[in-house]
């Protein structure tokens, strides 16, 4: 099992990122503040969570479904990636594609991050690559089904 050392602003205890349930993918990260995302706006919301992630992983920031479903609350830079060298407050950038104000009160359920693993790549320069069935088609060119 990984370790990740995390560390809450004072007075934020009671927002330590959890999982809903043991089998979940990623850990519920929680608003600090109280907020108003005003529609068609991006508001950076604080988490009151810094962490140390160990070399050759990441924690990618991604929405969550109940949210972009029943209020069009999106994250604009979904998923959002925290690299293992940063080690300032998460924060969540979240979009208010409706049409009227969105509330974000204290405790509330902002985002959801997974720990994830990177594997070593190299990139490696070369005159040709292989061909495949898509070929340099880009996006929408492999039609809708």
Do not use: W
């Not at 934020?12 to 999982?19: A, E, R, V």
């Amino acid at each position: 099992m990984v370790q990740v050392k995390i560390n809450m602003l004072a007075g934020c205890g009671d927002l330590i990122p959890k999982k809903a349930h043991e089998d979940d993918a990623a850990f519920d990260l929680r608003s600090r503040v109280d907020a108003v995302l005003p529609p068609r706006r991006s508001v950076l919301i604080p988490t009151g969570v810094f962490m140390e992630l160990p070399a050759g992983y990441e924690a990618q920031v991604r929405p969550r479904s109940g949210l972009a479903l029943k209020h069009d609350i999106m994250l604009t830079n979904s998923p959002g990636t925290v690299d293992a060298g940063y080690r300032g407050e998460i924060g969540v950038i979240m979009y208010n594609g409706g049409t009227e104000d969105f509330t974000v009160s204290r405790g509330d359920r902002i985002a959801q991050m997974v720990i994830a693993e990177l594997p070593e790549v190299e990139l490696v320069t070369a005159e040709e690559l292989s061909s495949s069935d898509r070929g340099a088609g880009g996006f929408g060119s492999t039609g809708k089904k």
